[in-house]
């Protein structure tokens, strides 16, 4: 396991997200969206680990730069998708997530 994941797994990093959420009212700070939120370290958690020399998870938690509500952000699916893949696969994966909605809604619609 990275110590990236190590990290995501402790505690105060859930505690983080939750005053990232909390700081933009639960919503994505780039269109508003309250559905299928997370949180996103700008610059990126191995960034900081990296320039901070983080080893262990020790290290992270006495890292104040790792903690600092102000270094993230709340994003939806999308946006947070933005960040970290390119606009083709993120296209790719709406339209496949599209489709498997409207094949989702035929069944219910059979259903009933």
């Not at 509500?69 to 083709?88: D, R, Y």
Request: aromatic content about 6%.
């Amino acid at each position: 396991m990275t110590l990236v994941h190590r990290i995501r797994g402790l505690q105060e990093y859930r505690n983080w997200k939750d005053r990232v959420k909390d700081h933009y009212g639960n919503k994505c700070c780039q269109c508003g969206n309250d559905k299928n939120l997370s949180t996103h370290h700008k610059p990126s958690l191995s960034y900081l680990l990296a320039k901070f020399n983080i080893k262990n998870t020790e290290d992270a938690l006495n890292c104040v730069h790792i903690w600092d509500t102000s270094l993230g952000e709340c994003l939806c699916e999308l946006h947070h998708l933005k960040q970290h893949e390119p606009i083709s696969t993120i296209r790719k994966i709406m339209r496949r997530r599209k489709l498997k909605n409207k094949q989702n809604n035929r069944k219910s619609l059979r259903n009933t």
